[in-house]
């Protein structure tokens, strides 16, 4: 075969094969676990990262440390909502609330990550309603979808200890209670919660 032809077929398949590398199919393999692709926050305090991974069929987070990978955090199948796989709600020294949502109003469900390790420290299924970053609590609902004998939970992510408040009664004249709650203002002494209702919003407060 004459060497300009040769020359010409070459030239032809590399541009074929840049044109595959570049296709956003060939793109998505590559890219696996690329936490760039991720849309939330995947940084950590302390030096831990949440690394985000796709395979065929489902799409995970990682807990990582550098180089070291602690735990898988979750998974769901592939093309399904990031937050329904997960964000982070809240960032504390030692520990992170990774928060899974699913929309129109729907509870957003929380684990309590411990960092050093990936273990989640409160019960399967708790609900988020507020947090006080500062000094690192976290206010949830063991039930999602409370009535008026379910409380609050007042979690202190430092020491563990739990504190449990009753609902407003006021606060179950509409639904999506637990959207409705946030933390007002929060002491040594005393909770004092925010919530709307059908009349208004209305403050609530709790001695500690």
Do not use: C
């Amino acid at each position: 075969m004459h060497l300009s032809v040769v020359i010409q077929m070459r030239s032809f398949y590399i541009l074929i094969l840049g044109a595959l590398i570049s296709s956003p199919a060939y793109t998505q393999t590559v890219s696996t676990g690329n936490v760039e692709t991720y849309d939330y926050d995947t940084t950590l305090k302390g030096g831990y990262t949440i690394s985000f991974k796709l395979d065929d069929s489902l799409q995970y987070l990682l807990l990582k440390k550098g180089n070291r990978m602690i735990a898988e955090l979750s998974s769901t199948s592939l093309g399904l909502p990031y937050k329904n796989l997960g964000y982070v709600g809240a960032d504390f020294a030692n520990h992170f609330v990774l928060v899974h949502s699913f929309g129109s109003g729907n509870p957003h469900y929380i684990e309590l990550i411990k960092k050093m390790t990936g273990e989640n420290l409160l019960e399967d299924g708790v609900a988020w309603i507020d947090v006080e970053k500062k000094n690192e609590f976290l206010l949830y609902s063991v039930n999602d979808v409370p009535d008026e004998k379910d409380s609050m939970t007042l979690f202190n992510v430092k020491t563990g200890q739990r504190q449990n408040f009753s609902f407003p009664s006021d606060i179950f004249d509409a639904p999506q209670v637990l959207n409705r709650i946030q933390i007002s203002k929060l002491t040594d002494k005393q909770l004092v919660i925010k919530y709307d209702t059908e009349k208004g919003t209305r403050t609530k407060a709790y001695k500690r």
